[in-house]
């Protein structure tokens, strides 16, 4: 029944729904876990990176201004961090547009433009799609939520330990914890993850975003004791 519906984004079947739009939000689902989590100052992002091997070549993800591999978390503008799931290249798009729309805003008024107005932008565009149909073109605010492969996990993790009082040092370790049950390895590393901070400037009361380059979420995750053991160290351990 679901193959006479599901040609278009356009087309609703006889119950009312959209094939082609449930088809995406189960690669959303499929895909490395997205996870956000606002504290009383600032916003924790953090994100597993599936597009992992010896041969990739890491050296601008290393070396670069704002850090990360440019797979799963992006920088905006100076007040937004994004992190995204599912296709990488349809990601980079909406990347690109939302960049777009942020510095003609900026240009326009002199200011940085809101994050709801950004995010309104960015699912105007998508619903577009569909009514010419995505009725998943809306959003919402979260203190806490997570996106990606074993989701509900995190979600019921999320739902058990956040705080409305939590601080951006609390939120990275409630971060890194529920990442380390969620992610379909045993160990964890700079290869495996990404991470990002938005906090306020204290002396100009600006936004200061951070994304993580990977000695910074190697030396994170070894604070908090999960980060990857010396070989030799395990083989005398053994």
């Known amino acids: 029944m679901a193959r006479r519906y599901d040609s278009r984004t356009t087309i609703f079947s006889p119950e009312g729904r959209l094939y082609q739009i449930e088809y995406a939000m189960e690669a959303i689902s499929h895909a490395g876990t997205v996870l956000g989590i606002l504290a009383k100052d600032g916003v924790v992002l953090a994100a597993e990176k599936k597009v992992t091997g010896k041969l990739l070549d890491l050296s601008g993800a290393k070396e670069g201004g704002y850090g990360g591999s440019g797979e799963k978390i992006f920088l905006l503008n100076s007040n937004v961090i994004a992190g995204v799931a ?44 569909t009514q010419f149909g995505d009725p998943s073109g809306n959003y919402s605010g979260w203190k806490a939520t997570c996106i990606g492969a074993n989701n509900g996990t995190a979600q019921s993790l999320l739902k058990q330990e956040y705080k409305d009082d939590i601080t951006v040092e609390d939120a990275i370790g409630l971060a890194i914890r529920v990442m380390s049950k969620t992610m379909d390895s045993t ?15 204290k002396k100009n009361e600006q936004p200061r975003p951070k994304i993580f380059k990977p000695a910074e979420i190697d030396a994170l995750l070894a604070k908090h004791g999960l980060g990857k053991k010396d070989e030799d160290t395990e083989m005398r351990t053994a």
């Open 187 to 201: 160990t964890l590393g700079s290869e495996k993850l990404e991470f990002a901070v938005l906090t306020l400037d």
């Open 86 to 129: 599912g296709i990488t290249a349809d990601a980079n798009s909406l990347i690109n547009y939302a960049r777009t729309a942020a510095q003609r805003h900026l240009f326009s008024y002199n200011e940085d433009i809101p994050v709801e107005q950004l995010a309104q932008r960015l699912c105007d565009l998508k619903q577009g799609y």
